[in-house]
């Protein structure tokens, strides 16, 4: 079996259709859902593109990976899906974005070298390259956000693009009376890009994803990794213009969240993206595009899915579609990600499995608590392998997937690093304490604040939409007690013992005994004679009368 495991790039949980978007049709994601099944409350581990993906890559924690902020490299060492799956005789492969920085000093260290088959794995989050492209090619005066050669940029200028940096000048900028009008601009996101729509972002990687498809050979896994909907928000036509201000729903925010807010929040209430999604004529531009980026990114799905059907790859290839976090679009006063309302931390997720022992769960929906990293174990455990539980920290889906209800947990965990913002800076806020933790049961929503701040905590059952922070009172020290307590559960859990599994361990014991090493014996009498047999019988040189 196969798997084609797909992630879009800040796609809120609740916009497609079959999360229940009033008007976005995303018929494509209902088409996999519907032979499949869509999890509900799903969580990402870092609400921030490069840890959270790093904690999809390795199955395991933000805190326990150590790579928290884009641009922190992944330490070598670090084992990812690639290194499990390979194990199992399946190829790991990347098309498109990781937002994975290597440990390059610590390549150096090892005497790792970056175009070595190791070296160059270690370089790309453990899979293999058939095209890798991060999506941000931005540029100013010193120079491009993202130093690597672009692929995309290079396609573009083989197809008559021109100029130093076609992403920007054409696939995201349209034409304000013929001059450039860069998306990075909101007040530019309803004009269609300049550029042919088939020639795009999202059409441009399904294309390489076909192509990939095609060629392959023996058991693959493929990690296609869309920028889109991600900003900036700007979309070629007819996609421009399918929605409008009609479409743009009113902000899920209320005056009371302004009233005494958690420092942190604070802080990310006043920055320039919130106090530009709290502009109505922002949100009324941008929403229409970002719906428009989805519709694209499903049609796009379509046409890879008409092809999987077409040469008969449906049948033995498990299809995965999620993303590494969501976009407040103006929801609770914020913009972007980062924090820990459902709009930024919930994530859609939705499985096929071709084969039969899924066959009584398809179309249907399950609401247990899901992490990012359950993907790893889930992947391993899908291609027939025994998951890695002292590597691993997720738990494989499977049994959800085949119908069974398993003992699962009990809260969800995710945590931000904001320690490079200009957050923490303003809150004189010391790096290392520059650290927050979310814990969720599935009522209780809890965020601690490292730095000796108070926490945040809401009731999501009576308070779904999280306008009201009951720890600013002092009636629920009962649940912040509670929700403490499952924070120092998790606190405690064995996260670095990687080198030996718990049977490992289990066949360690009383090996050394067999191997000679018998201490605290008086007679010898306490251990069997077969462990002192060695050390007993007629001496055959006696050097004591010497």
Not at 6 to 20: E, H, P, T, V
Not at 313 to 329: A, N, P, Q
Not at 501 to 521: C, H, N, V, W
Request: proline residues 5%; contains cysteine; negative net charge.
């Amino acid at each position: 079996m196969n798997i084609l495991f797909i992630m879009y790039d800040q796609l809120r949980f609740d916009y497609l259709s079959c999360s229940g978007h009033p008007h976005l049709d995303t018929p494509n994601f209902d088409r996999v859902a519907n032979v499949g099944v869509r999890f509900t409350n799903s969580y990402v581990q870092s609400p921030i593109c490069g840890a959270s993906r790093m904690c999809f890559y390795t199955g395991r924690y933000a805190s326990s990976h150590g790579a928290q902020w884009n641009g922190f490299p992944l330490r070598v060492g670090e084992q990812t899906i690639g290194d499990h799956l390979r194990k199992l005789g399946m190829n790991s492969w990347i098309i498109g974005k990781t937002h994975m920085k290597a440990d390059a000093e610590g390549m150096a260290r090892l005497g790792l070298a970056a175009d070595s088959v190791i070296g160059a794995r270690q370089a790309e989050c453990g899979f293999d390259n058939w095209i890798r492209d991060d999506g941000l090619w931005a540029y100013g005066p010193d120079g491009f956000y993202d130093e690597k050669r672009s692929p995309y940029n290079e396609y573009l200028k083989s197809k008559g693009y021109d100029g130093e940096n076609p992403w920007a000048d054409y696939a995201n900028a349209g034409v304000s009376d013929a001059e450039i009008a860069s998306g990075w601009m909101f007040r530019n996101a309803d004009k269609p890009a300049n550029i042919k729509e088939e020639d795009s972002e999202t059409p441009w990687l399904t294309a390489q994803t076909i192509d990939f498809i095609d060629q392959s050979e023996g058991d693959w896994m493929a990690h296609v990794s869309f920028i889109k909907p991600h900003w900036p928000y700007i979309v070629p036509a007819p996609y421009h213009n399918m929605f409008g201000a009609e479409h743009v729903p009113l902000p899920v925010r209320d005056d009371v969240e302004l009233e005494n807010p958690h420092p942190v929040y604070g802080a990310y209430m006043s920055n320039k993206i919130a106090t530009a999604f709290q502009r109505d004529d922002v949100r009324e531009k941008v929403i229409p595009a970002y719906l428009g980026l989805i519709k694209q990114c499903d049609d796009q799905l379509g046409v890879l899915l008409d092809h999987l059907e077409a040469i008969g790859r449906m049948k033995d290839t498990m299809i995965v579609l999620t993303s590494d976090h969501g976009d407040y679009l103006g929801d609770h006063w914020l913009g972007e990600k980062d924090l820990f309302h459902e709009p930024s931390v919930k994530v859609p997720l939705i499985i096929y499995d071709p084969r039969a022992a899924a066959n009584t769960t398809r179309g249907t929906a399950c609401d247990a608590l899901v992490e990012s990293i359950d993907l790893a174990a889930t992947f391993v455990d899908a291609a027939g392998g025994h998951v890695p539980d002292h590597i691993l920290e997720g738990k494989s889906l499977m049994p959800w997937l085949n119908g069974e209800t398993p003992k699962w947990r009990e809260f969800v965990i995710s945590e931000y690093d904001y320690s490079a913002t200009p957050q923490a800076a303003n809150l004189g806020v010391e790096p290392r304490d520059a650290r927050l933790f979310m814990v969720y049961d599935g009522r209780y929503k809890l965020m601690h604040s490292e730095g000796g701040m108070r926490p945040m905590l809401f009731d999501l059952h009576n308070d779904p939409q999280e306008f009201h922070d009951l720890a600013k009172g002092s009636n629920h020290g009962a649940v912040i007690d509670k929700m403490y307590g499952h924070l120092r559960t998790w606190g405690l859990r064995l996260s670095q013992r990687v080198t030996k599994s718990e049977d490992d361990i289990k066949a360690m014991r009383g090996r050394s005994m067999r191997r000679g090493i018998l201490p605290f014996l008086f007679d010898g009498s306490e251990a069997s004679e077969e462990l002192t047999e060695k050390y007993r019988g007629p001496v055959r040189q006696d050097h004591t009368l010497d």
